[in-house]
């Protein structure tokens, strides 16, 4: 099993990184973040497994609900965020930060547990799953950059069409937003 979950870690990472479509990105992304949780399954910490994919889930589900409502199918598409609604354009470049494991924000918290875990134990296995979170957070930073950029294309605020559907979604990404990592300790 810890074989498998430092290649899955690995691939997830490589793989990611020459993706230009949204939902394949996440996809690689995923099977790094199911590495991880394989990990800990491996040393018999289902609890931090499990914890492990509650986090992940809560940072998961805004970023696929955004790119759902607005019909983001690649990188150049998650440019039409910033047309929209600044305050939802920070809140998904700091879901991709987080996704990607950057201290201090809160995806990064269960990356630590697990290393500290893994550490007295298995130092090869944290140099895989480190390096392919790496891999992961160069490819996540790549997008969060061409968004940060792409800001020359905000016009006024204006309303949404559904404000139902933007407040759902607002509210589920600043709930999961990854600011807060101290709820971890």
Do not use: C, D
Not at 45 to 54: D, W
């Amino acid at each position: 099993i810890m074989l498998m979950a430092g290649v899955n870690a690995l691939i997830g990472g490589i793989m990611g990184m020459n993706q230009s479509q949204m939902r394949t990105i996440m996809a690689y992304s995923s099977i790094g973040h199911i590495g991880w949780m394989l990990s800990l399954l491996a040393i018999y910490k289902p609890y931090v497994s499990i914890s492990y994919f509650l986090i992940y889930s809560a940072l998961i589900t805004p970023m696929f609900l955004t790119m759902m409502y607005f019909n983001i199918y690649s990188i150049k598409h998650m440019n039409k965020i910033s047309s929209k609604n600044l305050v939802l354009h920070l809140a998904v470049i700091t879901l991709l930060l987080s996704l990607g494991g950057l201290p201090p924000l809160t995806g990064f918290m269960p990356k630590l547990m697990t290393i500290v875990m893994l550490m007295e134990s298995m130092e090869p296995m944290v140099f895989m799953l480190v390096a392919g979170s790496v891999m992961n957070l160069f490819f996540y930073l790549n997008i969060a950059i061409n968004m940060m950029f792409s800001i020359y294309t905000l016009k006024p605020l204006k309303p949404m069409k559904n404000k139902i559907v933007s407040s759902i979604i607002l509210a589920a990404a600043t709930l999961s937003l990854g600011l807060s990592p101290l709820i971890m300790m």
